[in-house]
């Protein structure tokens, strides 16, 4: 049976309507794609709580998570991930990549032009069409 791995993700939206993307970094499963912020749930950590936690040590700052968006599970040969995104905003601080890695603020309807995780797909369309 497959490892089962519960990962949390952040939709962060700058006042232009620009969604936060990182690059994973090298050493890391699927390093090198682009992805929402966030990482995965320590036993018996809420899934807002660990959102919340993976941002401040990823970004700095501190963050409110709020509506659920999406919730999709994808099956690596390895593991099977399930992803749960989250609408979040900066409430105190200042955004920063503080493990190294590259950023970037991207509109909608640019999403396309970064190679995202095959679980990030389904709602990377769904976005980039919302726009």
Request: glycine content about 10%.
């Amino acid at each position: 049976m497959p490892l089962v791995v519960d990962v949390t993700a952040a939709l962060i939206q700058d006042a232009t309507g620009r969604y936060l993307i990182t690059q994973r970094r090298r050493g890391t499963h699927l390093e090198g794609l682009w992805e929402f912020p966030g990482g995965k749930r320590q036993a018996g950590e809420d899934l807002a709580a660990c959102l919340g936690r993976e941002l401040t040590e990823e970004l700095g700052g501190r963050f409110e998570v709020g509506a659920a968006v999406d919730t999709t599970e994808w099956e690596y040969p390895d593991r099977t991930i399930v992803l749960h995104f989250y609408r979040c905003r900066l409430v105190a601080g200042a955004i920063e990549p503080r493990e190294g890695q590259a950023m970037d603020w991207v509109a909608p309807g640019e999403l396309q032009r970064y190679q995202f995780p095959p679980a990030d797909a389904a709602l990377v369309a769904r976005l980039r069409q919302a726009g």
